[in-house]
Nanobody, 127 residues
Framework: QVQLVESGGGSVQAGGSLRLSCAVSGRAFSRYAMAWFRQAPGKEREFVAA???????TAYTDFLKGRFTISRDNAKNTNLRMNSLKPEDTAVYYCAATNTLHSGSVYYTNDWEYAYWGQGTQVTVSS
């Protein structure tokens, strides 16, 4: 059984930084593409960033404007560094993963393409 566990959420003032982490446990030989999505109160879940299994390919949503950085420590851990946080970044952040079989370079930006999800971690940015 594949499980994702997020950590690193919390409260911060506008302009501050947070680092979210996500660890995957489960099938040892799977190649997971991973991503972060977020959902603010009353809004739909939206894509934030994605990274391939190899870590060599990444994608970001346009509105981040370089404030967020996704990275990988290894095949099963991913991080999201969030700088210059704004109140509109307040949301529950979800880690997602999916097995890319034999490909280490692909990533996905749609939530329906991810098979596994964490429970989410709250990020609150105050003005």
């Amino acid at each position: 059984q594949v499980q994702l566990v997020e950590s690193g959420g919390g409260s911060v003032q506008a302009g501050g930084s947070l680092r979210l982490s996500c660890a995957v446990s489960g099938r040892a030989f799977s190649r997971y593409a991973m991503a972060w999505f977020r959902q603010a109160p009353g809004k739909e879940r939206e894509f934030v960033a994605a990274i391939s299994w190899s870590g060599g390919n990444t994608a970001y949503t346009d509105f981040l404007k370089g404030r967020f950085t996704i990275s990988r420590d290894n095949a099963k851990n991913t991080n999201l560094r969030m700088n210059s946080l704004k109140p509109e970044d307040t949301a529950v952040y979800y880690c997602a993963a999916t097995n890319t079989l034999h490909s280490g370079s692909v990533y996905y930006t749609n939530d329906w393409e991810y098979a596994y999800w964490g429970q989410g971690t709250q990020v609150t940015v105050s003005s």
